[in-house]
């Protein structure tokens, strides 16, 4: 979906000086309560979670990645090109020795549960006792709270929007002295995003219709799925389309009955696509099969009118990817309402 993005991963190096022939300004950085100084860019990077992996790459920082970790699915086509070496440590979270195997100075984590105050891989002090400086995603610990949630995954404060990837890419832009790929990715994907609320508008500006859930997965396929909040990406997503979300909390992603989300009969359901198989509801298909046979689910407007849109998980987490979730439910919302 992030066809723009290839110009960034695939031409920089002749678009834009490397780090030998720039001049690098030194830069401090508050990063989640931890303030860094970088006297020089980092050269190499072990990225725990897919986002950090694709925004390094959407910046042209392929040959600074030394391992990656945590993947919910492939590549976008744009990036597969300039990733397609990359080391995987691990398919979820790597083990601390691995990442340190790597000799990074820097990791980079897209999720507090990984590189935090009890992180799964480690903490950011046993990192930088080792002399490893650390970066975790504005977007997991701005706005939001981690002791809130139902299923680990949290509650936001303050509802998320894409300033926080803005001020991300903004701000990996000057540690890696690369502030024109910085400038010229946000303001590609800010342009999309006016170019799809356009579509969205015109979709529903004759339909009254806009309400709509989000299904990322759950444990039992006729258990309470984990459904989108009002407060996560999704929620942006939502207001960004002009649509109502069904789930109004500031839980990220709550478990949330299949009665309750059916009374509140949603107008689109849209789906977490993914690679991984914690779950059984990690698989597409068995959401798609459970909803149209489920006699609660069945019912729903959504899935009598087969208003389902398919979305990569990733697009679903606070990423570069929401731009690409944004684009393709206007473009689904389009085609529900003419017919194509």
């Not at 046993?126 to 504005?138: R, S, Y």
């Not at 890696?176 to 170019?195: E, K």
Request: some cysteine; overall charge neutral; charged content about 20%.
């Amino acid at each position: 979906m992030i066809k723009h993005l290839a110009s960034f991963a695939l031409c920089a190096a002749a678009l834009f000086p490397t780090f030998s022939q720039a001049k690098y300004q030194p830069v401090t950085i508050d990063n989640c309560g931890v303030t860094t100084t970088w006297q020089t860019p980092p050269q190499r990077v072990v990225t725990i979670g897919q986002h950090e992996t694709e925004l390094l790459l959407a910046l042209g920082l392929e040959k600074n990645i030394v391992g990656t970790a945590v993947w919910f699915g492939a590549l976008p086509p744009s990036l597969q090109s300039a990733g397609k070496g990359l080391t995987r440590l691990a398919e979820n979270a790597p083990g601390f020795e691995a990442v340190v195997a790597q000799r990074p100075d820097l990791v980079a984590a897209q999720y507090t549960y990984h590189v935090g105050e009890q992180g799964e891989v480690a903490t950011r002090q046993q990192f930088a006792g080792l002399g490893i400086n650390t970066w975790i995603a504005p977007a997991d610990c701005v706005g939001k709270s981690l002791t809130a949630g139902s299923n680990g995954d949290g509650g936001r404060d303050k509802p998320f929007t894409l300033d926080l990837i803005y001020q991300e890419i903004d701000a990996l832009g000057k540690i890696f002295g690369v502030t024109d790929r910085a400038s010229a990715l946000a303001a590609t994907l800010r342009n999309r995003v006016a170019q799809a609320q356009h579509t969205a508008r015109d979709a529903l500006k004759h339909n009254a219709q806009g309400n709509v859930v989000f299904w990322f997965s759950s444990t039992r396929l006729n258990g309470d799925p984990w459904v989108a909040g009002s407060a996560g990406a999704p929620g942006w997503i939502a207001r960004t389309l002009g649509l109502t979300n069904i789930i109004d909390t500031a839980e990220e992603w709550p478990a949330v009955s299949w009665e309750t989300i059916a009374r509140r009969d949603p107008d689109y359901i849209v789906l977490a696509s993914m690679a991984r198989r914690l779950y059984p509801a990690d698989d597409v298909e068995q959401k798609l099969a459970f909803l149209r046979s489920d006699p609660v689910t069945r019912e729903m407007t959504a899935v009598k009118r087969n208003r389902i849109i398919v979305v990569p998980a990733m697009s679903l987490n606070p990423s570069l990817r929401n731009v690409d979730a944004v684009e393709a439910i206007s473009q689904r919302i389009a085609a529900f309402h003419t017919g194509s």
